[in-house]
C-alpha cells in the first residue's frame, strides 16, 4: 500500500503514541473504539478527535512492506475495518455515494485476499451498479454468518439506496 501521508513512522512508535504494548493491543483498542462509535451512530471520517480516525491516520504513515506478515494482517484489518464502516456511513448516514464508492475501493485494497469478509466486495458490487454479480457473490462466497446482511443488501438495492438518482440520495459532503 501506498502511504497517505508525506512522515513515515514505525509501527512501534504507533503502538508507543497509543500505549498499547503491540499490534495485537492497538487492534483491540481500535475495535472497541470502532464499535462505540458505530454503535452510537458517531462514526465520523472527518472528526479528528475520534480514536479510531487518529489510529487510522498514524497507520497509514507505516510503511507496510516492512512489517511481517502477521503484523501486515493486523494493520490491514484496522484500516480494512475504518474504510469499510466509513463507507457504510457515506451510504446510509450521509447519502454520498461517490464518496462511498472512493472509500469501499480503498477498503478492498486493505482487505487481504484470506480476510472472512465478504461484505465489502458485495457492497462495491452494489455501488457500481453489479447487481447480478453481487447476487452470484452471494450465492458463491457469502457465508453463513454473513448471509441475512448480504440479503439486506440486496434489498437496498431494489429500494435504490445505491442508485446516484434516487431520490434519497444527493450528494452531500462528508
Known amino acids: 500500500m501506498q502511504k497517505e ?4 513512522i514505525t509501527l512501534g512508535q504507533v503502538c508507543k503514541y497509543f ?3 503491540d499490534v495485537y493491543e492497538l487492534s483491540k483498542l481500535n475495535l472497541k473504539h470502532d464499535q462505540k462509535a458505530i454503535k452510537e451512530a458517531n462514526f465520523d471520517e472527518s ?3 475520534l480514536l479510531n480516525n487518529k489510529i487510522k491516520e498514524k497507520l497509514l504513515k507505516v510503511d507496510l512492506n516492512i512489517l ?3 503484523e501486515r494482517k493486523v494493520v490491514q484489518n484496522i484500516l ?7 463507507t457504510t456511513v457515506a451510504i446510509w448516514g450521509k447519502n454520498n455515494l461517490p464518496r462511498a464508492r ?3 475501493r480503498t477498503a478492498l485494497k486493505y482487505q ?3 480476510h472472512p469478509n465478504k461484505i465489502t466486495p458485495m457492497i462495491y458490487m452494489l455501488l457500481d451498479g453489479k447487481i447480478d454479480d453481487a447476487r452470484k457473490w452471494n450465492e458463491a462466497e457469502v457465508k453463513e454468518a454473513e448471509k441475512e446482511y448480504a440479503l439486506h443488501l440486496l434489498d437496498e438495492y431494489k429500494k435504490g439506496i445505491f442508485n446516484d ?3 434519497s440520495h444527493k450528494t452531500t459532503g462528508i
Do not use: I
Open 102 to 104: 472512493e472509500l469501499c
Open 68 to 70: 511481517d506478515k502477521h
Open 80 to 86: 480494512w475495518l475504518w474504510y469499510h464502516h466509513a
Open 5 to 8: 501521508n508525506d512522515e513515515e
Open 165 to 167: 438518482k434516487s431520490p
Open 47 to 49: 472528526d479528528p478527535h
Open 112 to 114: 487481504y485476499a484470506t
Open 19 to 21: 500505549n498499547v504494548e
